[in-house]
């Protein structure tokens, strides 16, 4: 029970933090996939596009997408790798950096705005609890969730021909 209890309480407590930071957020114009994007290349400097996903915990495409609205606003330049021209650099441009500048003060208002809320033991109650779960992150019983598959095609039957497409 007590399981459920502080489930259901953690649940509560993210969304109602998400709810905050992303109507906040909101002033700039941006999605969270954004804002994630943003303050990953902030912190992390020019990278994969692949990295930056799975650093952001983005679908890669949906990353694309994203990283698309981001070069238009001349926030993210991207560019193709030099060994291996199917790999794909994000850097921030100096426009990028202005930005997430102003990003950055956003989160310093959001924090400002929770810890007007909370005291030190509140903090040290979440840390503790933390420290507590972190091991069953190493449980061989936890199994990462699955990344969402592209449907595959069916596979042709023994024999089949391949349709032409040269007209």
Same mark, same amino acid.
């Given at each position: ?5 502080? =489930? ?11 709810? =905050? ?7 700039? #114009?941006?999605?969270? *996939? ?16 692949? *990295? ?5 915990? =983005?679908?890669?495409?949906?990353? *694309?997408? +994203?990283?698309?609205?981001? +070069? ?23 426009? #990028? ?12 208002? =959001?924090?400002?705005?929770?810890? +007007? ?12 609890? +933390? ?27 023994? #024999? *089949? ?5 040269? #007209?």
């Amino acid at each position: 029970m007590v399981g459920k209890r502080f =489930i259901d309480s953690f649940a509560q407590t993210k969304r109602i933090v998400s709810l =905050i930071a992303w109507r906040m957020m909101a002033r700039l #114009g941006l999605g969270r *996939a954004q804002v994630a994007l943003l303050r990953e290349l902030g912190r992390s400097g020019p990278t994969t596009q692949c *990295a930056l996903a799975h650093a952001t915990m =983005i679908d890669p495409s949906a990353a *694309a997408r +994203s990283l698309s609205v981001l +070069s238009g606003r001349g926030w993210v330049r991207r560019r193709r790798g030099e060994r291996d021209r199917r790999e794909s650099y994000v850097e921030l441009t100096a426009r #990028g950096r202005q930005f997430v500048t102003r990003v950055e003060a956003v989160y310093d208002q =959001i924090a400002e705005r929770l810890g +007007s809320r909370l005291d030190e033991r509140d903090v040290a109650a979440l840390e503790r609890i +933390s420290v507590k779960l972190a091991p069953l992150a190493d449980d061989e019983q936890v199994v990462e969730p699955r990344r969402k598959l592209s449907p595959r095609r069916r596979p042709r039957p023994p #024999g *089949a021909v391949r349709p032409r497409t040269d #007209g």
